[in-house]
């Protein structure tokens, strides 16, 4: 039995479990989400990885191509946030426990000392792991991945300690759906925008109000750089004089412009910013992002020249914004378009907008929208000006109305799988069950009439018998006596059996020609080995016969032992007996320590074929055997139902080999030994065991009829 101080420790450890699983999953649904809602965002900080850990080969000025990398990157990057995602998700569950619990520490095997390197060498400053949701240092995530790798050693121990919400037959339903759902996010932040927006300039945003924070009274802020390090200071503080900085740069700030994150929205016309002149616009202005010349997708070209004409149409503002304004305004012009192209920084640009090109319409400085091209609609077909339509309109980004939508959409079908599960597929099971139970016990039925008719044929075949032994006991008188009783007895019942009284030689005539031998089969206990002649005291098998008994017991092991008879000896006594018809009751058994050295089995049957294999089948039909164990003969000790079986079937078995398994199973084998009342039932219920030779209890016709009740 369990202790309580262990129960109490089990109970803590589950507890425990459940905890690490919460927590590692929460953190890993989170880390997988945040980076799949933003792919490129992620891609790009794959990318600066890239160059961060000097991947040449991978650096968008590779050989392989600025396209080969990016694609690279967004692949690795969808592929990241659904391996997070999904291992979070199966911790929450607690579904694959062991393969997760895997993935879980191999996952931070590999990310703990590369957040250690992060940490150490600092080639990128924001490791991204929670994308742009929330930035901490790289110290901070090493000892976040840390602990992480701490608690993913307790999980790979002891994964097996929680149980899972969801049943093991249908947990692969919500570990596939969380793949898809994570897939399906991802794909829409790459084909449109970032699905939850954790940057800057969202949707409904007045940027000029924004920008405008920036306004006070300039100062200038100077650059210097230490082992890689690079810091701004204020003129008073300047390291001027310490030489181990080195001055960089030399800058013209308003004093919050250092904390505000829109002062880096200047559009420049060459030299000058004209953020101001634009932002104030009243009138419609679209903005076409280009964050890279090279990466620019021509695909969308058509719809850019359409969204321009549509503009030109009704007098709307139309600027290309890009890095290279230059060369962009070339290829505007290549084209046939007539548009400005302005400056804005590539950092800008892509903490604004994702995708090359991309779309925003601002109107007083108010940030409308920002879209991919691919939902903008046919400007051609539009006739209308803006306001007239959907796209005139602000739309504004509403954080907790996106995420209250995805979180439905992921968790409602979760939900459904679990109460489909507890719910409909436990009222299935239950179903199931009772049919399963239905057909077990139809089989059961089966198993039973089956067994009925084998007990019937069984019992058509060979027959039941109780035979009393009365040895050596009651005188003449006595003995008509005690037949006399045993017959009234039966005439108040239908026994399920044969009843069989062996007597001694002198009472056979008298008890035959007194009784019903039909109703109680009358039995000699021995008969000579001689047919006829001068064999003084002995009596011959056919003098038995005439008396009107119609059984003879041979082979008692008690004339085995005290009158010297062998299986020779008994194979005379067994031919004569047939030749005269009778039928035998033939007993065989060992001795205890033959038991004891386990060789009951060689004794018993070497006494069968010592005695009676001579015989044809035919006359072995004749036979009846009964297994006498000697240890168990007037003792009190009686074998136990298993041990009669045993040997009982083991008999069979013999038959069955010399004369096939009709005979065998035409064979009543009969068990004595200490049989009473209170234990034949327990006996005679076993398969091979056909009735009991009863001697000590076979003396009085009550006990015997106790015996004969057993059936
Ligand atoms: P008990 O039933 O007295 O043990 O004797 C068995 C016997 O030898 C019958 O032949």
Redesign the pocket.
């Known amino acids: 039995m369990e202790s309580n101080a262990g129960k109490k420790q089990k109970t803590l450890l589950g507890i425990m479990t459940v905890l690490l699983r919460i927590v590692c999953g929460a953190t890993f649904i989170f880390s997988g989400f945040v980076k799949g809602v933003d792919s490129i965002g992620t891609a790009m900080k794959i990318e600066e990885y890239f160059v961060g850990f000097g991947i040449d080969i991978l650096s968008p000025s590779s050989p392989l191509g600025a396209e080969f990398v990016s694609s690279l990157s967004i692949t690795v990057a969808i592929v990241l946030a659904i391996t997070e995602f999904v291992i979070g998700a199966n911790l929450l569950f607690g579904i694959y426990r062991r393969t997760t619990a895997i993935l879980l520490f191999l996952f931070m095997v590999v990310m703990t000392p590369i957040t250690l390197y992060l940490a150490i060498a600092d080639p990128i400053h924001d490791c991204g792991c929670f994308g742009e949701a929330v930035v901490i240092s790289n110290w901070a995530t090493f000892y976040k991945n840390l602990i992480l790798l701490a608690f993913s050693l307790l999980l790979l121990r002891y994964n097996k300690e929680y149980v899972g919400v969801y049943a093991r037959a249908v947990r692969w339903l919500p570990g596939f759906y969380s793949v898809i759902f994570m897939f399906i996010i991802a794909a829409v932040s790459v084909r449109h925008q970032p699905v939850l927006d954790f940057r800057p300039y969202k949707s409904g945003l007045n940027i000029r109000e924004a920008v405008q924070q920036n306004v006070g009274t300039a100062e200038m802020v100077f650059i210097y750089e230490k082992d890689g390090e690079r810091r701004e200071f204020p003129l008073a503080e300047a390291p001027a004089a310490d030489t181990t900085w080195h001055f960089v740069d030399r800058i013209e700030k308003s004093p919050q412009e250092a904390e505000n994150q829109y002062s880096d929205f200047i559009i420049r016309d060459n030299d000058d910013d004209i953020t101001e002149g634009i932002l104030a616009d009243t009138a419609y202005t679209f903005l076409v992002f280009i964050p890279s010349v090279e990466g620019y997708e021509d695909s969308w070209q058509n719809k850019i020249d359409e969204l321009y004409d549509y503009a030109y149409e009704h007098t709307y503002n139309f600027y290309a914004l890009s890095p290279d304004a230059g060369s962009w305004q070339q290829s505007i012009e290549a084209s046939g378009m007539n548009y400005p192209c302005y400056t804005m920084d590539e950092t800008t640009i892509k903490t604004i907008i994702r995708g090359n090109p991309a779309v925003a319409l601002i109107k007083d400085g108010i940030l409308y929208w920002k879209r991919s091209p691919r939902d903008i609609p046919d400007m051609a077909e539009i006739s209308v000006p803006l306001q007239q339509t959907r796209l005139g309109e602000v739309h504004p980004y509403n954080f907790s109305k996106r995420m209250t939508g995805i979180s439905l959409i992921y968790f409602i079908p979760l939900l459904l799988m679990f109460i489909a599960e507890k719910g409909v597929i436990g009222i299935m099971s239950k179903i199931k069950e009772k049919r399963e139970e239905a057909k077990k016990k139809k089989i059961q039925e089966k198993e039973k009439n089956k067994n009925r008719i084998n007990n019937k044929t069984k019992k058509e075949m060979r027959k039941n018998i109780v035979a009393g032994?009365w040895k050596m006991n009651k005188t003449l008188q006595e003995g008509v006596q005690l037949a006399k009783d045993v017959e009234k007895a039966l005439e108040s019942r239908t026994p399920n059996c044969e009843v069989i009284i062996a007597t001694p030689f002198i009472h056979l005539a008298t008890i035959a020609s007194t009784i019903n031998t039909d109703k109680v089969g009358v039995s000699a206990e021995n008969c000579a080995d001689k047919a006829s002649g001068a064999y003084t005291g002995e009596v011959s098998a056919a003098m038995v016969a005439s008396t009107g008994a119609k059984y003879v017991i041979l082979g008692?092991s008690e004339r085995r032992a005290y009158y010297g008879e062998t299986p020779e000896i008994l194979k005379e006594k067994v031919l004569l007996a047939l030749a005269n018809g009778l039928k035998v009751i033939f007993?065989i058994g060992e001795v205890l320590e033959e038991r004891e050295a386990g060789k009951e089995y060689d004794v018993v049957k070497s006494q069968i074929e010592g005695s009676l294999f001579n015989l044809s089948a035919e006359d072995f039909g004749k036979i009846i055997l009964?297994y006498?164990p000697v240890w168990?003969?007037?003792t009190g000790k009686t074998a136990t139902a298993q041990q009669a079986q045993e040997m009982h079937a083991f008999i069979r078995k013999t038959v069955a080999d010399k004369y096939g398994a009709e005979v065998a199973e035409n064979t009543s084998i009969l068990y004595?030994?200490?049989?009473k009342p209170s234990n034949a039932k327990e006996l005679f219920a076993n398969k091979d065991v056909d009735g009991g030779?009863?001697?000590?209890?076979s003396l009085d016709a009550e006990q015997f009829m106790g015996i004969v009740d057993a059936f």
Not at 693 to 697: K, Q, V
Request: net charge negative; charged share 5%.
């Open positions: 032994n008692h007993c009964a006498e168990a003969i007037g004595g030994g200490s049989c030779l009863i001697g000590g209890a």
